[in-house]
């Protein structure tokens, strides 16, 4: 079930700028060779993705879920110079893809890729993050804003994909996956947080902005 309208779609993505040669190539080979190639983040969350980066300039982004490394490209364009954005998969069989497109985009020094499950390596990181993609596996979102919380300065923002999931979280219980009650727990726990501010824009699959106050 997609949430947004096909025709509002292609209405949105003609007036926004166009996604790169590069990303248009990311995404041609994804969808040719790449199983479930609908998790890559395309071009309207790209530019949105690249934008929002570009209006925080961090110095630490962290990605947790790289599949192909589209959204960790478009990320990485709001780096600061001495700018690094960590980003983790556990699907080794994705890397070396996602590093060959991150060489040619320039970034190779710039995108640090971690290859294990996403819990055990966000601990082992020493870094303070500026902004933390969550786009991995739905059940564990709950479990990474924990572990994240930390590492985040006040004034910094996480963004969560998929926290509308396909349009289920408001069908009856009886009709949610369990990815889909996954994410209701999920916003539920961030619009609770009172340390937090959030906004869930309807973008796509729904992308939840959660900023850290500073006072916290
Ligand atoms: C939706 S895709 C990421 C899409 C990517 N951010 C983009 O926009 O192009 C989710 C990725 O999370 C990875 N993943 C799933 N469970 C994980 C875990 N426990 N730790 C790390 N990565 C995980 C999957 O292998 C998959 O590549």
Redesign the pocket.
């Known amino acids: 079930m997609e949430v947004i309208p096909e025709d509002i779609q292609a209405f949105a993505e003609r007036y926004s700028t166009p996604e790169t040669e590069l990303l248009y190539r990311l995404h041609r080979e994804t969808y040719l060779k790449i199983a479930q190639p609908h998790?890559?983040?395309g071009h309207l969350q790209g530019r949105l993705l690249t934008m929002v980066s570009q209006m925080i300039k961090p110095r630490r982004i962290l990605?947790?879920?790289?599949?192909?490394?589209?959204?960790a490209i478009c990320l990485a364009q709001g780096l600061t110079e001495d700018g690094v954005l960590h980003t983790?998969?556990?699907?080794e069989e994705?890397e070396a893809m996602s590093s060959r497109y991150f060489k040619e985009a320039g970034l190779g020094d710039k995108i640090v890729q971690h290859t294990g499950?996403?819990?055990e390596i966000i601990t082992q990181l020493d870094e303070v993050f500026d902004l933390v993609?969550i786009?991995?596996?739905k059940a564990?979102y709950t479990g990474y804003y924990d572990m994240v919380w930390e590492k985040l300065r006040p004034g910094g923002f996480m963004l969560a994909?998929n926290v509308l999931y396909h349009g289920e979280v408001v069908l009856p219980e009886s009709g949610q996956s369990n990815n889909a009650k996954a994410m209701i727990r999920f916003a539920e726990k961030a619009v609770a947080d009172e340390r937090a501010e959030t906004m869930l824009l309807t973008l796509r699959d729904g992308l939840m902005l959660i900023r850290k106050k500073q006072t916290h």
């Open positions: 998790m890559l983040s990605e947790i879920g790289t599949f192909t490394g589209y959204s983790i998969d556990v699907n994705l499950k996403a819990a993609f786009d991995a596996d564990g994909d």
